[in-house]
């Protein structure tokens, strides 16, 4: 631990030595006889102060938390010396993390005893918030001396996005060869009928539709669409972000993403990530929910990387986008790179739909008559855009923070019913 | 704290009263400064224009003297630790109870010592060049002693310069673990 003088040493020194010079200069014994407590305080203090022996350690209750959740840190202060030491406990703060109680907590640790501070954490954002090591202030018995260290090491404290439940999403054009909930296209074994056809050589008698046979006189048989499972890839933009005080477009894309994957691991779908932005983070498509814990930890870590490079849809490794999948573009669209990307993933053909997170929330107009009317420019020009992408097929989903995302979902629906024979050209 | 020590003097002020309540009047002002500021310079400047106005006192000085300069150093002593103190979220009572004990016990050995000061003047040993020198050495002595107490125990650093406000706290930093 470091040591250095309380900033009242030098004054009650001063003013001891005053006391006692001017007892001498003017004769006055008075003085001097005021000087002596100071004198014998400020003697005490610095006779008898040693480094205060004190190390601890950093617990959390669990690691893993909903933002927006509570739970306990607990610093435990160990004092090794022989003599009781006050020491003032001071926790990391920072605008994501709140801290109760909010400023430092003194206590005083007994010789040779241990004891244990709470502290009321809750993350407000999430992300991975490193709490500890914990700065510390010890003071002698007279306060004439502080020593400053830090006790523990640092555990990280994983906040994950609160997610928001869904009741419908996106329906896929394409399904994959896997069990699921999804009704393909093809024929074969299945619940949802699809069509009759006469009877084939190998064809099972329970597939007969009897009635259908009695009235063709030949023997029919039902057909069905069989129920799989679709590719879902959450396409993250973490090129750009608007944001205020309180929050920005990424932190709802990301709540968005989390959600998303969440509904469609649930559906049994193959559920991937691609952080698409300065830095270029992918997570393959795999079921389960050893997945979702995957896709939480990676979207917990993105974070808008600025970079002049442009990147395309070749910076992506072939596997990260599987053919026939669902791509879900989770996007602020401010960005040039993303916008392209958007329309060259529609031009290769892929199933493609935009969740726009709205940036006008966290952009105020300005104060003036130009700023208001350049404000409407700009909302303007994001209309046109967002019928352009429609008239290139895409379904785009404006989502406004702090709404909830599933009308948005169902716009999208019915968008892409109304366009699916262009979607599937 | 303040008014009962600035009380003691001008009751019994006299003639000098006026400049006892002038004296008592600029100590609280440097104090509410002081405090305000969360600065301990005004409380020091506070607690010796206090000393000084104790000469205003017409009677019994050496016989309060003792008790005057422990009332004083409780007040420097209080008024440092609510500053100190200002920016805690939660302090634990034990905190107050045993800093205050270990002040009132110093103060207290201070006044004692003070008192054994005052007993050795009122000796009637008459004033003399020799004894002031003696004195000058042996205040000299003991700044020395101290002086050499503290280079020892902290080299040569010097006194922290804002250790009033919370110790500072590490930041803490989101991860920047990529996930490929």
Same mark, same amino acid.
């Given at each position: 631990?470091?040591?250095? #003088?309380?900033?009242?040493?030098?004054?009650?020194?001063?003013?001891?030595?005053?006391?006692?010079?001017?007892? #001498?200069?003017?004769?006055?014994?008075?003085?001097?006889?005021?000087?002596?407590?100071?004198?014998?305080?400020?003697?005490?203090?610095?006779?008898?102060?040693?480094?205060?022996?004190?190390?601890?350690?950093?617990?959390?209750?669990?690691?893993?938390?909903?933002?927006?959740?509570?739970?306990?840190?607990?610093?435990?202060?160990?004092?090794?010396?022989?003599?009781?030491?006050?020491?003032?406990?001071?926790?990391?703060?920072?605008?994501?993390?709140?801290?109760?109680?909010?400023?430092?907590?003194?206590?005083?640790?007994?010789?040779?005893?241990?004891?244990?501070?709470?502290?009321?954490?809750?993350?407000?954002?999430?992300?991975?918030?490193?709490?500890?090591?914990?700065?510390?202030?010890?003071?002698?018995?007279?306060?004439?001396?502080?020593?400053?260290?830090?006790?523990?090491?640092?555990?990280?404290?994983?906040?994950?996005?609160?997610?928001?439940?869904?009741?419908?999403?996106?329906?896929?054009?394409?399904?994959?060869?896997?069990?699921?909930?999804?009704?393909?296209?093809?024929?074969?074994?299945?619940?949802?009928?699809?069509?009759?056809?006469?009877?084939?050589?190998?064809?099972?008698?329970?597939?007969?539709?009897?009635?259908?046979?009695?009235?063709?006189?030949?023997?029919?048989?039902?057909?069905?669409?069989?129920?799989?499972?679709?590719?879902?890839?959450?396409?993250?933009?973490?090129?750009?972000?608007?944001?205020?005080?309180?929050?920005?477009?990424?932190?709802?894309?990301?709540?968005?993403?989390?959600?998303?994957?969440?509904?469609?691991?649930?559906?049994?779908?193959?559920?991937?990530?691609?952080?698409?932005?300065?830095?270029?983070?992918?997570?393959?498509?795999?079921?389960?929910?050893?997945?979702?814990?995957?896709?939480?930890?990676?979207?917990?870590?993105?974070?808008?990387?600025?970079?002049?490079?442009?990147?395309?849809?070749?910076?992506?490794?072939?596997?990260?986008?599987?053919?026939?999948?669902?791509?879900?573009?989770?996007?602020?669209?401010?960005?040039?790179?993303?916008?392209?990307?958007?329309?060259?993933?529609?031009?290769?053909?892929?199933?493609?739909?935009?969740?726009?997170?709205?940036?006008?929330?966290?952009?105020?107009?300005?104060?003036?008559?130009?700023?208001?009317?350049?404000?409407? #420019?700009?909302?303007?020009?994001?209309?046109? #855009?967002?019928?352009?992408?429609?008239?290139?097929?895409?379904?785009?989903?404006?989502?406004?923070?702090?709404?909830?995302?599933?009308?948005?979902?169902?716009?999208?629906?019915?968008?892409?019913?109304?366009?699916?024979?262009?979607?599937?050209? | 704290?303040?008014?009962?020590?600035?009380?003691?003097?001008?009751?019994?002020?006299?003639?000098?009263?006026?400049?006892?309540?002038?004296?008592?009047?600029?100590?609280?002002?440097?104090?509410?400064?002081?405090?305000?500021?969360?600065? *301990?310079?005004?409380?020091?400047?506070?607690?010796?224009?206090?000393?000084?106005?104790?000469?205003?006192?017409?009677?019994?000085?050496?016989?309060?003297?003792?008790?005057?300069?422990?009332?004083?150093?409780?007040?420097?002593?209080?008024?440092?630790?609510?500053?100190?103190?200002?920016?805690? +979220?939660?302090?634990?009572?034990?905190?107050?109870?045993?800093?205050?004990?270990?002040?009132?016990?110093?103060?207290?050995?201070?006044?004692?010592?003070?008192?054994?000061?005052?007993?050795?003047?009122?000796?009637?040993?008459?004033?003399?060049?020799?004894?002031?020198?003696?004195?000058?050495?042996?205040?000299?002595?003991?700044?020395?002693?101290?002086?050499?107490?503290?280079?020892?125990?902290? +080299?040569?650093?010097?006194?922290?310069?804002?250790?009033?406000? *919370? *110790?500072?706290? *590490?930041?803490?930093?989101?991860?920047?673990?990529?996930?490929?």
């Amino acid at each position: 631990m470091n040591g250095s #003088l309380a900033p009242r040493t030098p004054g009650v020194l001063a003013l001891a030595g005053a006391g006692l010079i001017a007892a #001498l200069a003017t004769g006055r014994p008075e003085l001097a006889l005021i000087a002596v407590p100071f004198l014998v305080f400020a003697g005490a203090g610095l006779v008898l102060v040693r480094e205060p022996q004190v190390t601890g350690a950093v617990e959390l209750e669990r690691v893993r938390v909903l933002e927006g959740e509570e739970l306990t840190a607990t610093v435990r202060v160990r004092n090794d010396g022989p003599e009781p030491v006050e020491v003032e406990v001071a926790p990391a703060r920072t605008a994501q993390l709140a801290v109760v109680p909010a400023g430092t907590v003194a206590v005083r640790v007994g010789a040779q005893s241990e004891i244990e501070v709470a502290f009321s954490l809750r993350p407000r954002r999430w992300g991975a918030h490193g709490i500890g090591p914990v700065a510390i202030r010890a003071r002698d018995a007279l306060g004439m001396t502080n020593w400053e260290g830090r006790l523990g090491e640092r555990v990280d404290l994983r906040a994950f996005p609160s997610e928001e439940r869904l009741r419908e999403l996106v329906a896929p054009l394409r399904t994959q060869p896997f069990l699921g909930t999804h009704v393909a296209r093809a024929r074969a074994e299945g619940i949802e009928f699809a069509d009759i056809r006469p009877f084939q050589v190998g064809d099972r008698v329970r597939q007969v539709n009897w009635r259908a046979t009695a009235r063709r006189g030949s023997l029919q048989v039902n057909q069905r669409h069989p129920e799989h499972s679709s590719d879902v890839v959450l396409l993250l933009d973490t090129f750009e972000e608007a944001r205020d005080e309180a929050s920005g477009t990424l932190d709802s894309a990301v709540r968005t993403a989390a959600s998303l994957a969440r509904a469609h691991l649930g559906q049994r779908d193959r559920v991937g990530v691609v952080d698409f932005g300065g830095t270029l983070h992918w997570l393959e498509p795999a079921f389960g929910t050893t997945q979702l814990y995957r896709i939480v930890d990676a979207l917990i870590s993105s974070n808008i990387a600025f970079s002049y490079a442009w990147r395309n849809v070749d910076s992506l490794p072939q596997r990260v986008l599987p053919p026939g999948a669902l791509i879900l573009v989770i996007t602020p669209l401010l960005d040039e790179r993303s916008i392209a990307l958007v329309s060259e993933l529609r031009r290769r053909g892929c199933d493609l739909t935009v969740v726009e997170v709205s940036p006008l929330d966290h952009v105020p107009p300005g104060p003036t008559a130009a700023d208001a009317v350049a404000y409407e #420019l700009w909302r303007l020009q994001r209309e046109a #855009l967002r019928a352009h992408l429609q008239a290139l097929g895409i379904a785009v989903a404006v989502w406004r923070p702090g709404g909830t995302l599933g009308p948005a979902l169902e716009e999208v629906n019915a968008f892409r019913r109304s366009a699916q024979p262009a979607l599937r050209a | 704290m303040l008014v009962a020590v600035a009380v003691l003097v001008i009751a019994e002020a006299g003639a000098a009263s006026q400049l006892a309540w002038l004296g008592a009047g600029v100590a609280a002002l440097l104090m509410v400064a002081g405090m305000v500021a969360e600065s *301990p310079a005004p409380v020091h400047a506070a607690v010796a224009v206090l000393g000084v106005v104790f000469l205003a006192r017409q009677d019994s000085r050496l016989l309060l003297a003792p008790l005057y300069g422990a009332g004083l150093l409780l007040m420097d002593d209080l008024a440092i630790r609510t500053m100190e103190l200002s920016g805690v +979220g939660q302090i634990a009572p034990d905190v107050i109870a045993a800093r205050l004990a270990a002040t009132i016990a110093v103060a207290a050995i201070g006044a004692c010592l003070s008192a054994v000061a005052a007993l050795a003047v009122t000796a009637g040993v008459s004033r003399s060049v020799a004894l002031t020198v003696v004195g000058a050495l042996a205040a000299v002595a003991a700044f020395v002693a101290i002086a050499v107490l503290v280079r020892r125990r902290f +080299g040569s650093s010097a006194a922290d310069p804002h250790p009033a406000s *919370p *110790p500072p706290a *590490p930041q803490a930093q989101p991860s920047t673990d990529e996930t490929t």
